[in-house]
């Protein structure tokens, strides 16, 4: 056969071949490219408070846009019925998941990792509220959304022809790689379009935190609802396969730092017993003469933290606060504590350390120990016992979100002051949101305190304090009784809040909202104020120094009277405070008298906060407690 024929051969070959190919296949592509666009928009329209606009800038316009191309493209190479069925499911759990997060943040303005879903049906009980809360136009375009997801799948399946067998299907292959491996090279590549820099050229946090995944809703407003749910997967995967480092990264910041010298706190309550009461989202709003009588006068005649932070780790800020209280380590956003079974982590916490002076230990709290874990919680924090107010109370019938039924019921008083020398950890509800006339809790605490009833009903403000009341109420009957008891001149009473009311912030910034009450009241002890700047991680060492159960060198925070202290605040964005200024990102260096940081100064703080993130999430990892312990 000649050249010529051959080649009129393959050519009526391939003119018979490219009839098969017809655009209408490719339409699949673009219907599923559109749908995630207006999912990604959805989000990013209304999901938190803090993203007002579509995050399109140089770098994220790329980034999103070739997000939304690759996933098309990879679910469009697939045989029709399984694309159709795989691009149902992926926008379906993205619809779903961005919408719990517009739930979650409405109510916490925050946003939750997805090893935190297991613990989420406490969300439940204030759906009505939330949905609610939300205009009409959103919950028509969730509704839209997801009768958008229906209507492309159906299309696909049953108007929209797939490709030919033979060259057309090849075809369709090769222009699905040729649209989704440079647009998802252009994903990978995210952290390389992030600034390089910030107001102190302290370096990229942006980029830190997508590598390192520490705060949810820093990442979001550097990326999309996409790269969220990316990122947090792939995060929490990528902790099963990190390498052991050992310990020599923790050892190394242990020995680099002086040693704790005794002071003039050191063992002044040794033997006495210890009641830690976590006052629920009872912030410095709350903290009045007219709401709050009892605990601003034990503020006054105690030791009073008056530049306390309790900063905001983790995703749950109430188990959060109360897991660095017990361990000196802040929780790392979706770090599962009870994956560990065996025994406990922590052989230097709270619990341990009491129980091995001979204290008995015990944890209150009106919820179920399955919420949060926290009865497996309890127990890896050395407690005997998680006493859920209902199962011991000798009335059944009592409100157990009221706080001071911890005190006025027999069987739950006796419980609490069980043993000759005991320690007690007590979460207190009764502040708890939600913020509204018709809350039962509400409707008791004006019922016992009229002139803090509201007269406007939205009054959110007016509602948390009359609640806070009866955390208060709680605080009097409770030293009352121990004081009738003769048990009071031989107890502490710690106070402190797990987290800022987060539905009601009166300051300029979250970090600034952190700074909430912590004090200690004992009997006869000297007023004092403690202006230093401390924060959550200090609580566990200064307890541990005042007590004289253990050694504060145990831990990554520090004893708040150790002369060697300086005093400062850390978060999760890698700001601080100190009694000098503060760092917030986004705002930039700022002095609290109006003068000129040093910049030596503000380079040691930027590396301090970044030493002790890095620090703490090496010791949590790789149990590094358990790992120190004598086989």
């Known amino acids: 056969m000649s050249v010529s024929a051959k080649f009129k051969e393959l050519d009526s070959k391939v003119a018979d071949a490219t009839k098969e190919v017809r655009l209408i296949c490719y339409l699949p592509f673009l219907l599923y490219a559109v749908t995630f666009f207006l999912i990604d928009l959805f989000y990013c329209r209304t999901l938190f408070i803090k993203v007002s606009n579509y995050p399109w800038d140089i770098s994220l316009d790329k980034i999103i846009t070739s997000n939304i191309i690759a996933l098309s493209a990879l679910i469009f190479i697939l045989p029709k019925k399984a694309s159709a069925a795989v691009f149902a499911a992926s926008a379906a759990i993205l619809h779903a998941y961005g919408f719990a997060q517009l739930c979650y943040s409405s109510q916490d303005n925050n946003l939750f990792r997805l090893k935190t879903i297991t613990v989420m049906g406490e969300g439940l009980k204030y759906m009505d509220g939330i949905l609610k809360g939300m205009s009409v136009g959103t919950l028509l375009c969730f509704i839209g959304i997801f009768l958008l997801i ?57 980029s830190y935190n997508y590598r390192n995944f520490l705060n949810a809703v820093d990442l979001y407003n550097d990326t999309d609802i996409f790269m969220l749910l990316q990122r947090d997967a792939v995060c929490s995967i990528k902790r ?73 780790f983790g995703d749950a800020f109430t188990f959060g606060t109360e897991m660095c209280v017990n361990t000196g380590l802040a929780n790392s956003s ?80 006796a419980k609490l002051t069980e043993g000759e020398h005991f320690l007690d950890y007590v979460v207190t509800y009764s502040a708890h949101m939600p913020y509204g006339t018709n809350d039962e809790v509400y409707k008791e605490a004006v019922k016992r305190h009229p002139e803090l009833a509201v007269s406007d009903p939205k009054d959110m403000v007016g509602v948390f304090k009359a609640k806070a009341s009866l955390t ?69 060492p200064t307890l541990v120094n005042m007590f004289g159960v253990g050694d504060s060198d145990d831990y990554a925070g520090y004893d708040i009277f150790s002369d060697s202290y300086e005093g400062y605040a850390f978060f999760p964005n890698l700001s601080w405070v100190t009694s000098e200024g503060m760092f917030i990102q986004g705002s930039g260096v700022q002095s609290f008298d109006g003068s000129t940081l040093d910049d030596e100064y503000i380079e040691r703080m930027n590396e301090t906060a970044l030493k002790r993130l890095n620090i703490n999430g090496s010791m949590l990892f790789y149990d590094y407690y358990r790992r120190k312990q004598p086989e």
């Open 150 to 206: 229906a209507a492309v799948t159906v299309i696909t399946l049953k108007f929209i022809p797939g490709p030919a067998p033979g060259f057309a299907g090849r075809l369709k292959k090769i222009f699905s790689l040729v649209i989704f491996i440079p647009s998802a090279v252009l994903v990978m590549l995210l952290p390389s379009f992030m600034d390089k820099s910030a107001a102190t050229g302290y370096g990229s946090y942006t």
């Open 240 to 312: 099963v396969f990190l390498p052991d480092p050992g310990t020599s990264e923790a050892d190394e910041y242990f020995s680099s730092r002086p040693k704790h010298v005794p002071n003039d706190k050191t063992d002044i309550f040794k033997g006495k017993n210890l009641i830690c009461v976590m006052m629920e989202s009872l912030d410095y709003t709350a903290m009045t003469e007219e709401s709050c009588p009892n605990l601003t006068r034990m503020m006054n005649e105690g030791i009073n933290f008056s530049n306390f932070y309790s900063v905001r």
């Open 334 to 413: 979706g770090f599962a504590v009870g994956s560990d079974e065996d025994g406990s982590p922590f052989p230097l916490s709270l619990g341990f350390l009491f129980r091995n002076n001979g204290y008995t230990a015990n944890e209150f709290h009106f919820n179920d120990p399955s919420f949060y874990d926290r009865g497996n919680m309890s127990r890896i924090f050395g407690y005997e016992n998680y006493y859920k107010y209902a199962d011991i109370a000798a009335d059944k019938n009592l409100n157990f979100e009221i706080d001071d039924t911890l005190v006025t019921d027999d069987s739950l008083y």
């Open 472 to 540: 208060d109420d709680l605080a009097g009957k409770l030293v009352e009784r121990l004081e009738a008891d003769g048990k009071l001149d031989d107890t502490v009473i710690l106070f402190f809040a797990d987290h800022y009311c987060s539905v009601i912030v009166e300051t300029e910034s979250d970090e600034l909202a952190c700074r909430t009450p912590c004090f200690i009241y004992a009997k006869g002890i000297t007023p004092e104020t403690v202006e230093k700047v401390c924060n959550t991680t200090d609580i566990l």
